[in-house]
Structures are given as C-alpha cells and as structure tokens.
C-alpha cells in the first residue's frame, strides 16, 4: 500500500465562515497583497472583507486586474504590486483564474525568476510565502489543489505549474459569496467540477515507489481519492441544474461549494485525464471558458474508454440518482451518458466542437498537441495514442459519441 493525501494546512468550509478570513490573514503575516478583479472588488461582500483585513494588518496593497485564463502579463503586474508592499502573505478571493494567479505570485515572490522557470512538474524548490484561497465560483477547486494554470502568448496550449508546494496554505469556502456568481459562471464551473470527480474516479491507478509522492503531482486514482469524488459527484449532480436555474437556492449553493471542494481534493491526487488535456489547445484557440470546454469533452472521453471503466459508469449512475438496479455495466454506461448529455443540454453546454468555432481540420494537431501534456492524458482509462484522442475529437466535432471506435487497422 502507497498513498499520499495533499490539501491546505486548514480546510474552513460552511455559510459564514468568511468572517474568519482578517483574522486568519492577519496570523500569516502584516504585509498583504489581496488578489482578485474588478467585478469582485465592486461587490459589497468583498468589498467588507478587503475593509476588514485592513483593519487587521500593517499594510495591505490590491491587484484587482485580474482577467481569465492568468495571462504571463497579469503575472508581472501582480508581482510588481507584491514587491511594492513587500508582501509576506496573499489573500486570494475570485475564482479559478485569481487563486491560480496568486500561486505563481507566490512562488516568484519567494523564488525569484520567473513563470516559466517553473511550467511543469514539481519545478518550484520550496514552499511559498502563505496563500490564503477564498474561493467566489464553485468550480476549479484550485483553493485545494497543486496546480496554477497560465496562458503563455508563446504557446499554442495552456500551461500548468504543478508542484505540492502551491498548495494554498488556508482554503476558506462559504456558499455565501457565490450567492452573486451569473447564471453562465455557475454553470460552466460547476460542469467544471463535476469532470474534476468523474476524471478522477475514472483515472487509470498507478503502481508507485516510495519517491512518487514527493517527485510527482498527480499519481491516479486511489479508495481515498474514490471517495472523495463519489460524493463530489452526488451533490454537483443533483444541485448544479438547479442552481443555475435558481442563483438563490441556499441549498443548491452550499451542494455546489461542498462538491466542488470534495472534487478539488479528489483530483489534487488522482489527476484529471483527457477532456481536460484536449481542452488545453481547444480554449486557447477558440478563447472558450475552461468548463465548458471539459464538459462538452467529457461525454465523448468516458465514451471511448467505456470498455475499461464500464463498472465505475455503473457506480456513477447510482451516485447521481439514476436507477441501474438490474442493469448490465454496458446498460448502466449508456444509462449514464445519456443523462450526462441531458445534463450538459440543461445548463447550456454546445453538444459539438464545432458549435464553439473548432475547424475540422485542426483536430489532429489539437490531438497531437493535448497528448503532450503528460500529467493529465497518462490518467486516460482507454487508448492514448494520437489516432485515438483524434477520434475522440472527431466524434466530439460531429456529435456523435460513437464515432471514436478504431478499426486496427486505424490506430
């Protein structure tokens, strides 16, 4: 037996729990640099929180420019502002995109050099100075995780840092700043989630040494992992309709920040797989959001490794209310991806690539592209190879989930 279980130094999860915040900052250190954007900062609930950590502490300086997808150009700016203040500590309220900003800050800050010093795995030396991740979306669950994804203007896809030391030191998620997240947010970071628990329970396992939990980020799937991720999926499954329905159902909202906090921990072990390596050069071609992109992915990469994984189907079915009592694992996977296809039409996730603007002819070089992006596609449960992530993009161009299947003579 070999596992390893990574998360932040304290978990605070629960309606309220943002009043905690000044004081928890304010014992990190008295020098902060408060990360979010612009729209956030104009909202009254913030607003009170960024007030009272002033309060708190020696000197506080701002960097509310944040935009999607962490472009290198928000990072030097945010840097310039944490060596103005001299930061000793990062407070981190936003989404995604803001807690993944203020990870790389934080490993220049104590590092020195910059972003792409450290695109890859377990490239940063040590810990960074204290991050504190108040997550506003339920989605990414990059308050818990060991990634900061960046937008290089030098690349074609996406790059992760990944290192368990960007792991936020205090995570701090309450429902009640995602009361105000718009009706496309909610749905594309919840979706979001929901991949975040079914690719890691359908990541391949892996056989470790020793050295694995300290020199690799991702390492598949484990029971730990497992059970972290059924749960994620049971509340996302049965709360993200309805809140993107309804921004104000309290329930559906603490479901949504507890799922996707239980997501977050389940793929900061076992990895996510193919929908979001294929999504790395799809969103940066396209300028699409992350979610949904990996949610419209999601249908046709469980459908091309369904002979690998039919049985975890079968289990997902039941975690999200589906009736598979008396069904096979074939019955119960159809079972499933035909509600996840109701799912994703329900809260406006396009069924094809081609609805967001993908070119036909560009799949093979998005194929070739994602099957570099080792740390996530080595988790794939079917086949790895280009011809088969082409496959998966053909069928995800056309609409047809069926069209992955390869002939031998294909592959």
């Known amino acids: 037996m070999l596992e390893t279980v990574r998360g932040p130094r304290q978990l605070i999860v629960g309606e309220g729990v943002a009043q905690n915040i000044p ?27 960024v007030a009272a950590v002033r309060e708190k502490v020696e000197v506080v300086g701002v960097f509310a420019d944040a935009t999607p997808d962490v472009p290198l150009a928000d990072v030097a700016l945010a840097v310039s502002v944490a060596a103005e203040v001299d930061a000793d500590v ?20 104590r590092h020195g050099g910059t972003p792409r010093d450290f695109y890859g795995e377990s490239k940063v030396p040590g810990p960074t ?5 108040v997550p506003t979306t339920s989605g990414t669950g ?25 792991v936020p030191d205090f995570a701090i998620v309450d429902p009640e700043l995602t009361y105000t997240c718009p009706a496309t947010v909610t749905a594309h970071s919840g979706i979001d989630a929901f991949c975040h628990a079914v690719e890691s329970y359908t990541a391949r396992p892996r056989a470790h040494g020793p050295r694995d939990p300290v020199e690799q980020v991702f390492l598949g799937r484990n029971p730990i992992t497992d059970h972290y991720a059924l749960l994620a999926a049971e509340r996302i499954a049965r709360s993200l309709p309805r809140v993107v329905r ?26 996510n797989a193919a929908p979001h390596a294929l999504q790395y050069p799809i969103g940066a071609a396209t300028h699409t959001p992350h979610g949904l992109g990996v949610g419209l992915l999601l249908p046709y990469a469980l459908d091309a490794a369904r002979d690998a994984i039919g049985d975890r189907l079968t289990i997902l079915a039941g975690v999200c209310g589906l009736d598979v009592t008396d069904a096979s694992d074939a019955e119960a ?9 109701g799912l994703l039409a329900d809260i406006g996730i396009p069924t094809t690539l081609a609805d967001i603007g993908v070119a036909r002819a560009d799949l093979p070089r998005f194929a070739e592209m994602a099957s570099g992006v080792t740390r996530l596609i080595q988790n794939h449960p079917g086949p790895t190879d280009t011809a088969s992530l082409t496959a998966i993009l053909e069928a995800a161009w056309i609409g047809d989930r069926t069209r992955h299947v390869l002939t031998p003579e294909q592959r």
């Open 23 to 49: 004081r928890v900052v304010a014992e990190c250190g008295s020098r902060v640099l408060i990360v979010t954007d612009r729209v956030l900062l104009g909202q009254p609930g913030v607003a009170e929180i």
């Open 90 to 109: 990062i407070l981190a309220i936003g989404g995604g995109t803001v807690i993944d900003l203020a990870k790389i800050v934080g490993v220049i800050r």
């Open 246 to 271: 309804d921004g104000g159902d309290k329930d559906a909202r603490a479901d949504m920040s507890y799922g996707s906090m239980l997501a977050g921990l389940a793929f900061s072990h076992a990895g």
């Open 333 to 341: 996977a159809d079972t499933f991806l035909t509600w996840l296809d």
């Open 129 to 133: 100075i204290p991050l504190v991740a």
């Open 142 to 166: 990059s308050e818990l995780t060991p990634v900061s994804v960046l937008t290089d203007p030098d690349r074609e896809l996406k790059v992760g840092v990944s290192s368990v030391h960007i």
